[in-house]
């Protein structure tokens, strides 16, 4: 079993910069995939960037790469997820999620198996 906790979240201007934090209690032995989700006001959720927890491989979303960057810091069980150049549409509750490593990575929402409680991003333009 996972539990998660995000932090992080604030108001900031166009262009500006957050960097995202999510807390991992797990059990030693287990392995995730680990990803950072998002949804907007009436809006479905999305996918937004993973990582493996081991290897630190990584996949983004078209609108968020080269502007987002997932990483992980195994010794604080800690993933962040450092968000640059933010847009009025990145306005969105970001939501971190753990998968396990059966059946390799998926961006879809439904395959993750927990989630933490969410942080709100605020982009002002």
């Known amino acids: 079993q996972v539990q998660l906790v995000e932090s992080g979240g604030g108001l900031v201007q166009a262009g500006g910069s957050l960097r995202l934090s999510c807390l991992v209690s797990?059990?030693?032995?287990?392995?995730?995939?680990m990803g950072w989700f998002r949804q907007a006001p009436g809006k479905e959720r999305e996918f937004v960037a993973a990582?493996?927890?081991?290897?630190?491989?990584?996949v983004y979303a078209d609108s968020v790469k080269d502007r987002f960057t997932i990483s992980r810091d195994n010794a604080k069980n800690t993933v962040y997820l450092e968000m640059n150049s933010l847009k009025p549409e990145d306005t969105a509750v970001y939501s971190c999620?753990?998968?396990?490593?059966?059946?390799?990575?998926?961006?879809?929402?439904?395959?993750?198996?927990?989630w933490g409680q969410g942080t709100q991003v605020i982009v002002s333009s």
């Open positions: 999620a753990a998968k396990s490593v059966l059946g390799g990575w998926s961006r879809r929402s439904k395959d993750y198996d927990a």
């Open positions: 797990r059990r030693r032995s287990s392995q995730y995939y």
């Open positions: 990582i493996t927890w081991s290897g630190g491989s990584t």
